[in-house]
Structures are given as structure tokens and as C-alpha cells.
């Protein structure tokens, strides 16, 4: 074994890997335009057939009146409270401690559109019904993420959705959809996207996590919403004077991938309980109830790297990429099941989970 190979080296250097579509090369482009009329016309400016076919095929997908194409989630999700922020004239919203907007997004929402949020819930927790009833101050809107990514994905139960939709809608609250993952978690909930979405008045879908495009994110509602929205994309020079290779290439991955949930989502459950039967991991949730989980490794992020590198080399199947200290006794990272995990023989999964059982059950001796 070499001494002073990375984890993220010896990943990328090994026969099999369990996570995602693949590598994020250009590759991902070319095959998205290698059938494409090169006399295709360009959308400019948020107009013409490209933009124009997509945004209504999404529309008509997520059962809303119309959708709008963002270059990203950020900007979409700014966008859609801060309209509805000024519709109430009340500047407060609520979500979770952990989600997107509040921790990945450099405080966007209060620099740019002075926004207050208001956090339900414990960081290691869903939001539920009482959370939303206990809120003291009015607000305009309630955002929710499913899944709840920084916590391992987790859902609430579908029913627990339909009652803060129901309390919403009689409290004038909007409800609005960090849906980034909302393909992935259809099979856990037996619904289609419009069914779910029936619950939201506005929703926001990434075209590059399960779908496995390039950049992109779709903003769903009802027409009166979708006009307001443009209005916000051109302030936030998201109005790009062509978007195409990115609508073509979520387009032409969201062909290939939307009925391919079903399968991330079940490799996910088998996946975990591979994870689960070793020594010293735990994985959250125990049951995965979409394509993503997290993996806990009870000993020192050290430790659990060089015996990780030891099983990419031996085994030539790379199960982490890298890894993140929760604490000087435990780490974890973020399994994301894509087209890649069913490519990777049984035996040779088999063979390096073994190991690393053997091999974890040693280190915490
Ligand atoms: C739950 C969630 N919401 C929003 C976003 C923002 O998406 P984008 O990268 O398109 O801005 C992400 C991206 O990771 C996400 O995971």
C-alpha cells in the first residue's frame, strides 16, 4: 500500500465505484448533444422552442400551470420566497436549521432580499405539524426540503405533508418545495410528482442530482407566480442569452433517468444494509427511502481513511470518496446511488465489504 495516497486518489483510481452516474467530465455534454441538429436554433433570452418545450414538459410533469428554467437552485429558491415575502408583505419565512438556503447559500436570503428566517425544529430532526403550529410570528411562506438531505435524507410520512399543507393553505402560509431530490424519493411515497406537488404552491426540482445533468433547476407554480419569476431571473442575471446546453442535457438525462428511480432507490436499501452489517457504521436513516443516505463510521476519520484506501486497492471497488469529522471519534459521508453501483459485480462488492468489516472490527479493538 502506498503511504501517501489520498482517499479521493485512491477512489478515482479504482476498477468500481459505488456512487453516482460517474465521473463529471465533459463526456456528460458531448453525449447529451451527440444526436442533436446542429441547425437547431438557440433560445435566447428565456424565449424560444428549447426553453420554451422543456418548461412546459416540467409544468405539466410536477402538474403546476407553468415552470421556468434557472441556471440554479439558489437563484430559484431566493426568487420564489421573496415573491412570496412581497405578495403578503410580510418578510419571514420558515424552514428547517439545516437546509439548503440557510447553510449552503451564504446567507443569500437575508444579504439580497432582507428575509427573515425563522428555524423549525432541532437540527437532528424533521420538521413536524406542531413545529408549524407553534410558530408565534406570521409568516409568508413555510419552505420544506425532501428529503431532509443534511440529516441523511430523511422524510416525513405523507400524511404528516398533508396536514401542513391543509394547515397552511387555511392560514394563508404558501408552502414551498426544496424539492432537489424529488424524483428519488416518488417510489418511497407510491406517488407521481404531480400528486406531491399538489401539496406546494410553488417547487423547485435540480436537474443535476438523480437526473444527472449538468446545471439546471426548474421553478414550478402557477402562472401569476411564473411571470413574477422571470422578472426576478432577469434582476439576478439569470436571464443568460442562450441556456441551451444545459436544457439539452437535462432533458436528454431526464429521459434516461426518470424511470430509473425506482432502482436507485431499492440499491439504496441493499446498499445500506451492507453498510450496516459491518462493524462500527451506522447508516441514516437505518432504511433509505430514497437514492441518498449518510454513512457513520464510529472511529476516527484517520483511521477509517487508511483502512478505506487499503479496500479501493485491494479489492479495486471505491466506496468513499472522502470523508467528514463529526467528531475526534466518528466521521461519515454522503452515499448518492446513481447508474454506477448496479455496474459494480456482486462478488467484487461482496468481497470489499468484507474486508472493510474485518478490517474496521481490528481498528476498534
Ligand atoms: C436540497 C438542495 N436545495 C437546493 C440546492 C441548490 O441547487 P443549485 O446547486 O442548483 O444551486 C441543492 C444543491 O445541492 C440542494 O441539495
Same mark, same amino acid.
Given at each position: 500500500?502506498?503511504?501517501?495516497?489520498?482517499?479521493?486518489?485512491?477512489?478515482?483510481?479504482?476498477?468500481?465505484?459505488?456512487?453516482?452516474?460517474?465521473?463529471?467530465?465533459?463526456?456528460?455534454?458531448?453525449?447529451?448533444?451527440?444526436?442533436?441538429?446542429?441547425?437547431?436554433?438557440?433560445?435566447?433570452?428565456?424565449?424560444?422552442?428549447?426553453?420554451?418545450?422543456?418548461?412546459?414538459?416540467?409544468?405539466?410533469?410536477?402538474?403546476?400551470?407553468?415552470?421556468?428554467?434557472?441556471?440554479?437552485?439558489?437563484?430559484?429558491?431566493?426568487?420564489?420566497?421573496?415573491?412570496?415575502?412581497?405578495?403578503?408583505?410580510?418578510?419571514?419565512?420558515?424552514?428547517?436549521?439545516?437546509?439548503?438556503?440557510?447553510?449552503?447559500?451564504?446567507?443569500?436570503?437575508?444579504?439580497?432580499?432582507?428575509?427573515?428566517?425563522?428555524?423549525?425544529?432541532?437540527?437532528?430532526?424533521?420538521?413536524?405539524?406542531?413545529?408549524?403550529?407553534?410558530?408565534?410570528?406570521?409568516?409568508?411562506?413555510?419552505?420544506?426540503?425532501?428529503?431532509?438531505?443534511?440529516?441523511?435524507?430523511?422524510?416525513?410520512?405523507?400524511?404528516?405533508?398533508?396536514?401542513?399543507?391543509?394547515?397552511?393553505?387555511?392560514?394563508?402560509?404558501?408552502?414551498?418545495?426544496?424539492?432537489?431530490?424529488?424524483?428519488?424519493?416518488?417510489?418511497? @411515497?407510491? #406517488?407521481? !410528482?404531480? +400528486?406531491?406537488?399538489? =401539496? &406546494?404552491? $410553488?417547487?423547485?426540482?435540480?436537474?443535476? *442530482?438523480?437526473?444527472?445533468?449538468?446545471?439546471?433547476?426548474?421553478?414550478?407554480?402557477?402562472?401569476?407566480?411564473?411571470?413574477?419569476?422571470?422578472?426576478?431571473?432577469?434582476?439576478?442575471?439569470?436571464?443568460?442569452?442562450?441556456?441551451?446546453?444545459?436544457?439539452?442535457?437535462?432533458?436528454?438525462?431526464?429521459?434516461?433517468?426518470?424511470?430509473?428511480?425506482?432502482? @436507485?432507490? #431499492?440499491? !439504496?436499501? +441493499?446498499?445500506?444494509? =451492507? &453498510?450496516? $452489517?459491518c462493524h462500527a457504521i451506522?447508516? *441514516?436513516?437505518?432504511?433509505?427511502?430514497?437514492?441518498?443516505?449518510?454513512?457513520?463510521?464510529?472511529l476516527?476519520?484517520?483511521?477509517?481513511?487508511?483502512i478505506?484506501?487499503?479496500?479501493?486497492?485491494?479489492?479495486?471497488?471505491?466506496?468513499?470518496?472522502?470523508?467528514?469529522?463529526?467528531?475526534?471519534?466518528?466521521?461519515?459521508?454522503?452515499?448518492?446511488?446513481?447508474?454506477?453501483?448496479?455496474?459494480?459485480?456482486?462478488?467484487? =462488492?461482496?468481497? $470489499?465489504?468484507a474486508m472493510l468489516d474485518k478490517d474496521l472490527q481490528q481498528a476498534s479493538k
Amino acid at each position: 500500500m502506498s503511504e501517501k495516497k489520498t482517499l479521493i486518489e485512491a477512489y478515482k483510481e479504482a476498477n468500481y465505484k459505488i456512487l453516482g452516474h460517474g465521473a463529471r467530465d465533459v463526456q456528460t455534454l458531448q453525449d447529451a448533444f451527440s444526436e442533436v441538429d446542429g441547425n437547431l436554433e438557440s433560445d435566447i433570452y428565456g424565449t424560444g422552442k428549447i426553453i420554451e418545450e422543456f418548461q412546459e414538459k416540467m409544468a405539466n410533469i410536477l402538474g403546476k400551470e407553468a415552470s421556468v428554467f434557472f441556471p440554479s437552485g439558489t437563484m430559484a429558491q431566493q426568487i420564489a420566497l421573496r415573491i412570496w415575502c412581497d405578495e403578503k408583505g410580510i418578510k419571514k419565512v420558515a424552514y428547517h436549521p439545516l437546509c439548503h438556503l440557510e447553510i449552503h447559500e451564504e446567507d443569500g436570503l437575508k444579504e439580497l432580499h432582507q428575509i427573515e428566517p425563522i428555524l423549525l425544529a432541532d437540527k437532528d430532526r424533521l420538521i413536524r405539524l406542531e413545529d408549524v403550529t407553534n410558530i408565534q410570528k406570521d409568516i409568508s411562506c413555510l419552505l420544506l426540503e425532501l428529503p431532509q438531505r443534511e440529516i441523511g435524507g430523511q422524510l416525513p410520512k405523507y400524511s404528516m405533508l398533508e396536514q401542513i399543507s391543509t394547515y397552511c393553505r387555511e392560514r394563508n402560509i404558501k408552502l414551498h418545495l426544496d424539492g432537489a431530490r424529488l424524483f428519488e424519493i416518488l417510489p418511497y @411515497y407510491e #406517488k407521481t !410528482a404531480a +400528486e406531491v406537488c399538489s =401539496l &406546494f404552491d $410553488s417547487v423547485y426540482i435540480s436537474l443535476y *442530482k438523480g437526473i444527472g445533468g449538468i446545471a439546471g433547476a426548474i421553478l414550478a407554480g402557477d402562472k401569476e407566480f411564473i411571470k413574477k419569476s422571470k422578472v426576478w431571473k432577469r434582476r439576478h442575471g439569470g436571464d443568460l442569452i442562450s441556456l441551451y446546453p444545459y436544457i439539452i442535457s437535462s432533458d436528454y438525462y431526464f429521459n434516461q433517468r426518470i424511470n430509473k428511480m425506482e432502482d @436507485y432507490y #431499492k440499491e !439504496a436499501g +441493499e446498499l445500506a444494509k =451492507l &453498510f450496516n $452489517s459491518c462493524h462500527a457504521i451506522k447508516t *441514516k436513516p437505518e432504511l433509505p427511502v430514497s437514492n441518498m443516505f449518510h454513512v457513520h463510521f464510529l472511529l476516527p476519520k484517520k483511521e477509517v481513511e487508511q483502512i478505506l484506501i487499503k479496500v479501493y486497492e485491494e479489492t479495486g471497488v471505491g466506496i468513499a470518496p472522502y470523508l467528514r469529522e463529526m467528531n475526534e471519534k466518528e466521521c461519515y459521508y454522503e452515499v448518492s446511488i446513481g447508474d454506477m453501483y448496479s455496474k459494480v459485480p456482486k462478488d467484487e =462488492l461482496n468481497k $470489499s465489504f468484507a474486508m472493510l468489516d474485518k478490517d474496521l472490527q481490528q481498528a476498534s479493538k
